[in-house]
Nanobody, 121 residues
Framework: QVQLVESGGGLVQAGGSLRLSCAAS????????MGWYRQAPGKQRELVATITSGGTTNYADSVKGRFTISRDNARNTVYLQMNSLKPEDTAVYYCNADLKPVGWLRFYDYWGQGTQVTVSS
């Protein structure tokens, strides 16, 4: 079974930093893009950042210049370094991966369970 496990969320003051990690485990054949999404209370889930297997990145305008996404392909792990955090960054952050399990013919979207990030003012 394939699963994504996130870690690194927590409570931080405005202006502070946090680093999220997400490791994909199980019988994985290949992973395309990995990314981070977030959902604040009463709002829809939104894209934060994505990264392809080749390292091409994409960011939401609201986090450009503050957040950095990276990945370790050997470890099937994606990271999100979050600096200069603002109260509006408060949300549950979800890891996402477009991956193909061993023995399967196509890629599927997998999601982590989410990790809470709270930024106090």
């Amino acid at each position: 079974q394939v699963q994504l496990v996130e870690s690194g969320g927590g409570l931080v003051q405005a202006g502070g930093s946090l680093r999220l990690s997400c490791a994909a485990s199980g019988s994985i054949s290949s992973i395309n893009a990995m990314g981070w999404y977030r959902q604040a209370p009463g709002k829809q889930r939104e894209l934060v950042a994505t990264i392809t297997s080749g390292g091409t990145t994409n960011y939401a305008d609201s986090v450009k210049g503050r957040f950095t996404i990276s990945r370790d392909n050997a470890r099937n792990t994606v990271y999100l370094q979050m600096n200069s955090l603002k109260p509006e960054d408060t949300a549950v952050y979800y890891c996402n991966a477009d991956l193909k399990p061993v023995g399967w013919l196509r890629f599927y979207d997998y999601w982590g369970q989410g990790t809470q990030v709270t930024v106090s003012s």
